[in-house]
């Protein structure tokens, strides 16, 4: 199995569809395409768009697991085994999962736990996890498509990238991906991605504001603050450039927004500080390769501080600045 673009040693190199229940015991195949790789489920995965091509050969499997988890120690809560060969995440009350050779998701549900509670670790840490076996940095990002070019907006979990996104979707940008972005460089050394889950995650005074509306709660026990939501506008299933990247952050204090370029050293410790599952870097050793990547992506891109305000009404003035600065040709 090979990466499709240049690798860094990371690893071994229509609508939204809300289903209620899934009977773990019960074999299906679901057809999707995630980040271009056509992957296979034995479950359906909420708000993913299935594919029409029902080809016999699949990138990744995901797979309800039968027999006992490979995860054999009692330890409660959080457990982290990344490898060489294979990563073993076990989340208490929720599922084990392993990943194998960046082609297999294998899935032991916890007695009780619901589709959608997987999900979130699905298709965060597993899903990174996997994406780093496979050569691909994925940052801790939602994003939008621009003059064809992807504009990302990272930061801490809370932040607001899910919400900058809806605003830019809500102004007829494209969605690109919500919560992580798996970047690579192709045969030029161009940074770029494919889409990854165009469908949102919001708070109910997010969806209030922008006058969206909500599918679902993302879960019943685990988020239940935050809802589904299909965007106005999702870019298509290919692989496009990345020209830009907004690290937000949260003013407190002030009324406006702004954003300042930030460059060198700042700019690198940026990346690696939204790395999304950060743990795979330290369990492997590959903070060298890791480092390498984020060194020559800042030298690739503009990168940008967002400082963004909490004050009411800022919202809306927060797309306004976003918008004009994609359009005032600030340096990509």
Avoid at 17 to 30: G, T
Avoid at 152 to 181: R, W
Avoid at 276 to 302: M, P, W
Wanted: net charge positive; with cysteine; proline share 4%.
């Amino acid at each position: 199995m090979k990466s499709r673009f240049k690798s860094y040693n990371y690893g071994l190199a229509g609508g939204l569809h809300l289903p209620s229940k899934v009977d773990f015991h019960r074999r299906a195949n679901y057809l999707y395409t995630l980040c271009g790789w056509k992957t296979r489920s034995e479950i359906p995965l909420t708000g993913v768009t299935t594919s029409l091509d029902a080809g016999s050969t699949v990138d990744i499997l995901i797979q309800i697991a039968p027999g006992h988890s490979p995860i054999v120690t009692k330890q409660e809560g959080l457990v982290i085994e990344h490898s060489l060969e294979y990563s073993r995440i076990r989340i208490e009350a929720v599922a084990d999962f392993e990943v194998y050779g960046g082609q297999q998701i294998s899935v032991w549900p916890a007695a009780g736990a619901t589709q959608r509670d997987i999900e979130i670790f699905l298709f965060g840490p597993v899903w990174a996890t996997l994406c780093y076996q496979r050569g691909l940095f994925p940052l801790h990002a939602s994003a939008i498509l621009a003059d064809g070019c992807i504009t990302a907006f990272a930061g801490s979990s809370g932040v607001g990238k899910s919400t900058a996104a809806a605003m830019m979707s809500a102004l007829d940008y494209e969605l690109f991906a919500d919560d992580i972005l798996t970047i690579d460089f192709d045969q030029n050394s161009i940074p770029g991605a494919w889409p990854y889950l165009r469908r949102l995650k919001l708070r109910g005074d997010s969806i209030t504001e922008l006058a969206l509306t909500s599918a679902a709660t993302v879960s019943e026990r685990l988020d239940k603050e935050k809802y589904f939501v299909h965007p106005k506008c999702v870019a298509d299933d290919r692989w496009c450039r990345l020209g830009r990247l907004y690290l937000l952050e949260i003013d407190p204090i002030n009324s406006r927004n702004s954003i300042d370029r930030i460059v060198g050293a700042e700019a690198v410790r940026a990346l690696i500080g939204q790395t999304y599952h950060f743990d795979f870097v330290e369990g492997t050793r590959r903070f060298n390769d890791h480092l390498t990547f984020c060194t020559q992506l800042a030298s690739k891109i503009a990168i940008y501080r967002l400082r963004r305000s909490q004050l009411a009404g800022a919202g809306k003035k927060l797309a306004s600045l976003i918008r004009a600065h994609l359009k005032d040709g600030s340096p990509l």
